[in-house]
């Protein structure tokens, strides 16, 4: 069916609740498609998870969190607070529907299934944001230098070789590094490192708050409205949809829902389906005083964590924690995170100034996003990106754009070359 009459509204064509990176850049291209366009969030542009992640265009990831070995982890997950992935304890029996889910994805045809949906995305993505940051005279703001997965031990050099090969299996472009490579690149890191994989088609951003920022002003230049307010209810109307905000009632034909880990009740109050929608507390730490040190991104793999060199300094960020968005955060756990970077550098990092962030990274059981259109196209979906929203974002956002269809009046544009939306309909949790 087509969307409601533009005449029927009162406030916009679409009004997308979410001003991170998923629903700026979606609010973006449907305003070029030349929909009227409102976007509300409780905070500013960009205050949640898309302010603190990690930077990195993880493109390489194209498997699943989880895999068997989470559940030869789960009693050092309840155990060790400092851990790289941990579960509250006391938030155990509110995640175990979730975790279940999460266990039965691990049989071999869920698990497939997943990781095509993933590589499906992942492949577009670095080329997508390229697009889009060119578009607004940014590309400067990305760089696709690669990244870096190092190890330490020699005991390590299986578990390499066997990522290796499996990536190598879906295509993703690899390269084995030994030492001699790594001292030539980044010569700053320690000389004990063994080797790594060199990941060629990902990329960093220089500053995720600062690539928010541009994407508003975009925005704004193309007519998209922002306004900070709550949106407490939701309800469907015969010309499309009404939200209820600390601001008062606001209306429109459409309505996108992409705020995150806070997605799943709007998307209910919509569409009476429920969403198996948890969250991962993820930690940076942010170093002012350390510049220069690294060329691109770098993981390790023993340690679990990331560091990304950025305009700002250096980030250290990584480790999950499932304690849900009522659990006060546990700072000490972004601390952890410069502890776990002695010895990989010549010289340590210097902590002077230092800040530590924690933001709700949105996670459903299957690694996968929600993005889809429902109830006559009154309803967008784009949420569930996890660890990779920053890397997703820009393709989400032309998948959107093609779902919602140009207004009236405006040219099709050419779609996405996505084979299939089907991996990510919400309709797969039914």
């Not at 409205?225 to 209306?251: H, N, P």
């Amino acid at each position: 069916m087509p969307n409601p009459s533009p005449s029927a509204l009162t406030d916009a064509d679409t009004i997308v609740v979410g001003a991170g990176l998923v629903g700026v850049t979606s609010a973006l291209a449907l305003a070029r498609r030349g929909h009227r366009v409102r976007v509300l969030d409780r905070q500013a542009p960009g205050r949640g998870a898309s302010y603190g992640n990690a930077g990195h265009l993880a493109t390489e990831q194209v498997f699943p969190i989880a895999d068997a070995s989470i559940l030869r982890s789960l009693p050092g997950m309840l155990m060790d607070p400092m851990g790289p992935l941990r579960l509250d304890w006391k938030y155990l029996p509110r995640a175990l529907p979730w975790l279940t889910r999460l266990v039965l994805n691990l049989r071999p045809a869920p698990f497939r299934a997943s990781v095509a949906g993933l590589r499906a995305l992942n492949e577009r993505s670095l080329a997508a944001w390229q697009r889009l940051l060119a578009s607004v005279d940014s590309a400067h703001l990305l760089r696709a230098d690669g990244s870096l997965l190092v190890y330490e031990k020699p005991e390590s050099h299986s578990k390499l070789a066997a990522l290796e090969s499996r990536m190598r299996a879906q295509q993703v472009p690899v390269e084995r590094w030994e030492r001699e490579a790594i001292r030539r690149a980044a010569p700053q890191l320690s000389t004990d490192l063994q080797g790594g994989l060199f990941f060629p088609a990902t990329g960093h951003v220089v500053d995720p708050w600062r690539v928010v920022n541009t994407l508003v002003d975009a925005a704004k230049q193309e007519g998209v409205q922002f306004e900070q307010a709550s949106v407490q209810s939701a309800r469907l109307t015969d010309s499309g949809v009404a939200l209820m905000t600390d601001a008062g009632e606001r209306k429109a034909s459409q309505v996108l829902i992409a705020c995150g880990a806070h997605s799943a009740e709007l998307t209910a109050q919509l569409t009476g389906k429920h969403v198996p929608l948890d969250t991962e507390r993820g930690y940076h730490l942010m170093l002012p005083r350390e510049h220069e040190r690294l060329p691109f991104a770098v993981t390790s793999l023993e340690r679990r964590f990331i560091m990304t060199p950025m305009e700002t300094g250096l980030r250290l960020a990584g480790t999950v924690e499932f304690a849900g968005l009522v659990a006060p955060p546990n700072m000490e756990r972004a601390w952890q995170l410069h502890r776990l970077s002695r010895g990989l550098f010549k010289t340590d990092l210097d902590a002077g100034d230092a800040t530590p962030w924690m933001g709700f990274r949105p996670s459903l059981p299957d690694s996968l996003p929600i993005i889809d259109r429902l109830e006559h196209g009154r309803v967008l979906l784009a949420f569930g990106h996890h660890h990779l929203g920053l890397t997703q974002a820009a393709i989400t956002a032309e998948l959107i754009a093609d779902l919602a269809g140009p207004a009236e009046g405006h040219p099709s544009t050419e779609p996405p070359d996505l084979p299939s939306l089907a991996p990510y309909r919400l309709s797969r949790f039914d």
